[in-house]
């Protein structure tokens, strides 16, 4: 099985295109796949304790695909965006890490790497 590396660019503005990106990740992490979960944007306020949420009827909660994800892959905010927002690694649920385009280039030309982006 190939490894997953979804980047959410949305946040609670947009809750189908976040939910999608939570939800297939959650799921490949479920089906055993290797997922990496990086959240740019807005998105980044996902991974602040309290602010995982969105407002979507007939979706599963955000705050439990997190979990889902953080139980068998990574959630890693854009250093960047952490940084426009004031966010340190000390803001972020347990597990969750700051890393920057390097690492997320790297990760993604990976050999048997599949990459979404929503």
């Known amino acids: 099985m190939r490894s997953l590396v ?3 660019t949305a946040g609670s503005e947009e809750p189908e295109r976040a939910n999608q990106a939570f939800t297939i990740a959650a799921s ?3 089906a055993g796949a290797s997922v990496s979960l990086w959240l740019t944007g ?3 306020w ?3 304790p309290g602010r995982a949420s969105l407002d979507l009827e007939h979706a599963t909660p955000v705050e439990d695909l997190l979990a ?3 139980t ?4 890693t905010v854009c250093s960047q965006c952490a940084l426009r927002r004031g966010l340190t690694e ?3 649920v347990d597990g969750a890490v700051i890393k920057g385009a390097a ?3 790297e990760e993604i030309l990976g050999e048997g790497v599949q990459a979404i982006v929503y």
């Open 42 to 44: 807005e998105a980044a």
């Open 103 to 105: 690492v997320f280039a």
């Open 46 to 48: 996902f991974a602040v």
């Open 68 to 70: 889902l994800v953080l």
């Open 90 to 92: 000390d803001d972020l």
């Open 72 to 75: 068998s892959g990574t959630v």
């Open 28 to 30: 490949a992490a479920a």
């Open 6 to 8: 979804v980047k959410c």
